[in-house]
């Protein structure tokens, strides 16, 4: 962590050298332009105001100084308290309740990352936790499974792809983190059925930590219904789709040993971020307290410490088991500035207004991964990418699939809806809010891919 921390600084710095500009400048440029192409009902316009952040608590030295945003919290809970149901267990007023009560007993402040992870996994009050569906039109926000079968079904060409650069072996696990519904996995497990060297070799993992969700996966899986969530293990579930055994797990260790291919799409920006704040008297930690003093910010680094612990983790699992991994996001090459953000109903939101209401989000560092990878040499594992999504997804053959789809499509309209849904995938726009055109995800959406030793250069890097 120190080490990271102390290279994402080192990184800035640089940057900061070369190109004249300080990181504040470049975390706002790129928030202006930034979006989680969701259906973002104000078009992409980035998160309401930045956090801000004074220095507090005089130390004699640099360990233990901190920054804490004594902004927004307070606003959540005064408005829960007016609404008179501030600590009423059960209800989104208990997660504020449970944030004041922490802050409490860490002395009055805890870090962004702890705020978020409590915001989208606190098992009552979290935002994945929830009974209520976050995706699509209805919900807060969409994915690309989600906007097009095509995306799936590419994913899945991908995979059969790795599959036989791997030499065809008699199993293969194919492991998703944060399949949300589940369709990204269907669309996989449809598109490659009549494969049927891959088919029989497959059983799926899917590593999700919220309980409804996974039986939503469940059913999209076409599973039966999935009676308890404590899945892993305690019984057998097929996919009516392919006939793939299905399992549930909470994380990769109890995934079994054997060839492996990773997926994880928008799996890494919903991973909390710590942030540092750099003040006159050093690198300080970003704390959110219930305060209310205000100031202004200097400069902002973000980390995510559990993003690379799951990434030195994945090569470590590909060295040992050979396979691939695959991960789809928005982000940049590293090192960021401020880039949480929230979004609910479609709109973005300020990070502290709605507590386990509002999707928290943060640019990945392609960067910090990558560089994981190259630290281990003797691991034998290559990363590849960042590319952009445009250039995975062409590379896969996404124009022919298209081609075909709208050849057998049954009416005008719903080849019209394939072909926007493919122009969004890979397209550029920065979109229209006022006539409701939402921007492509072609390049804002980047993938990176590694794999194990002796594998070819995968498709589309
Ligand atoms: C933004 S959604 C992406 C869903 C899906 N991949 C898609 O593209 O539609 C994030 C997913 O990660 C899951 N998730 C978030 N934090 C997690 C964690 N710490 N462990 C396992 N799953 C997590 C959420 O429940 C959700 O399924």
């Known amino acids: 962590m120190r080490r990271a921390l102390a290279r994402a600084a080192r990184a800035i710095d640089g940057e900061r050298r070369a190109r004249g500009v300080a990181i504040d400048a470049r975390a706002r440029a790129t928030t202006t332009t930034r979006t989680r192409t969701r259906d973002d009902g104000d078009g992409g316009r980035a998160r309401a105001r930045a956090l801000a952040t004074t220095p507090s608590r005089?130390?004699?030295?640099?360990?233990g100084e901190i920054a804490i945003d004594r902004s927004g919290l307070r606003r959540a809970l005064e408005g829960r308290a007016r609404a008179g149901d501030a600590r009423e267990e059960g209800t989104r007023?208990?997660?504020l309740g449970h944030l004041e009560r922490a802050m409490k007993f860490a002395g009055g402040s805890i870090p962004v990352s702890e705020y978020v992870r409590e915001c989208l996994t606190h098992p009552e009050y979290g935002y994945y936790m929830r009974d209520a569906d976050v995706f699509g039109k209805k919900g807060d926000f969409v994915t690309s499974p989600e906007i097009s079968q095509v995306f799936g079904e590419l994913i899945g060409v991908w995979a059969a792809l790795q599959y036989e650069a791997l030499g065809s072996p008699d199993t293969l696990r194919i492991v998703e983190f944060g399949p949300g519904r589940g369709t990204l996995m269907a669309d996989l497990l449809r598109g490659t059925r009549k494969f049927a060297k891959f088919r029989d070799a497959v059983s799926v993992h899917l590593i999700e930590v919220s309980p409804a969700l996974r039986k939503t996966q469940a059913k999209t899986l076409r599973c039966g219904?999935?009676?308890t969530t404590a899945a892993e293990g305690n019984a057998r579930f097929v996919s009516e789709i392919n006939d793939a055994e299905v399992f549930w797990h909470d994380g990769l260790e109890s995934v079994p040993r054997g060839p492996t291919l990773v997926i994880c799409h928008e799996f890494f920006d919903a991973l909390p971020v710590r942030q540092f704040q750099r003040t006159e008297r050093g690198w300080c930690e970003k704390l959110i307290t219930i305060d209310s003093e205000k100031a202004d910010s200097l400069r902002l680094i973000e980390l995510s410490p559990p993003s690379m612990t799951l990434w030195d983790a994945l090569v470590d699992r590909i060295e040992k088991n050979s396979g691939a991994v695959l991960a789809i996001?928005?982000?940049?090459?590293?090192p960021l500035g401020n880039t949480l953000e929230a979004i609910k109903d479609h709109k973005f939101v300020h990070v502290l207004d709605s507590p386990g209401e509002a999707d928290l989000s943060a640019y990945v560092d392609f960067g910090a991964?990558?560089?994981?990878?190259?630290?281990?040499p003797q691991s034998g594992v290559k990363c590849y990418g960042p590319v952009t999504q445009q250039q995975l997804l062409l590379s896969l053959g996404l124009v022919p699939r298209l081609e075909k789809l709208v050849e057998n499509a049954s009416s005008e309209a719903q080849a019209d809806e394939l072909v926007q849904g493919c122009e969004r995938l890979v397209g550029d726009g920065a979109g229209d809010p006022e006539s409701g055109v939402a921007p492509g995800m072609g390049s804002r959406y980047k993938a990176?891919?590694?794999?194990s030793r002796g594998l070819p250069k995968p498709v589309g890097f």
Do not use: H
């Not at 996001?329 to 590293?334: L, M, V």
């Not at 991964?369 to 281990?376: A, D, F, G, S, T």
């Not at 990176?448 to 794999?451: E, G, L, T």
């Open 225 to 227: 219904e999935l009676e």
């Open 369 to 376: 991964l990558r560089q994981i990878v190259e630290e281990k």
């Open 448 to 451: 990176i891919a590694m794999v």
């Open 58 to 63: 005089e130390d004699d030295g640099r360990r």
């Open 93 to 95: 007023g208990g997660l």
């Open 329 to 334: 996001d928005y982000g940049e090459e590293g």
